[in-house]
């Protein structure tokens, strides 16, 4: 069992930052390939950026590159979405999710095992 529990969510003016990080326990948080994910109302959750175990490798949805960026701390079991020149289509709950499947992020939720409770992401235009 892994818990995930995500902070740093809130409301933002378009063009702002935020960054949310994710806290993993339970497992050896080096042996989880991690990826964040959102769902806006009335949406199918989304793939939004991945990392690998290792923190080698990333990827991110074409909506979010080059203004998203993910990154790991496995010493202190840790991932982060730093969001950059945010929009009011950003606007949604975003998920962390554990993957124990693949060396590298998918981009299918399926693939992930556990989840995070999620945490609101609101950009006001």
């Known amino acids: 069992q892994v818990d995930l529990v995500e902070s740093g969510g809130g409301l933002v003016q378009a063009g702002g930052s935020l960054r949310l990080s994710c806290t993993a326990s339970g497992r050896t948080f080096s042996d989880y390939a991690m990826g964040w994910f959102r769902q806006a109302p009335g949406k199918e959750r989304e793939f939004v950026v991945g990392?690998?175990?290792?923190?080698?490798?990333?990827s991110s949805a074409d909506s979010v590159k080059g203004r998203f960026t993910i990154s790991r701390d496995n010493a202190k079991n840790t991932v982060y979405l730093q969001m950059s020149s945010l929009e009011p289509e950003d606007t949604a709950v975003y998920y962390c999710?554990?993957?124990?499947?693949?060396?590298?992020?998918?981009?299918?939720?399926?693939?992930?095992?556990?989840w995070g409770q999620g945490t609101q992401v609101t950009v006001s235009s």
């Open positions: 999710a554990a993957s124990s499947t693949f060396f590298h992020a998918s981009t299918a939720a399926r693939w992930y095992n556990y």
């Open positions: 990392i690998s175990r290792s923190g080698g490798s990333t």
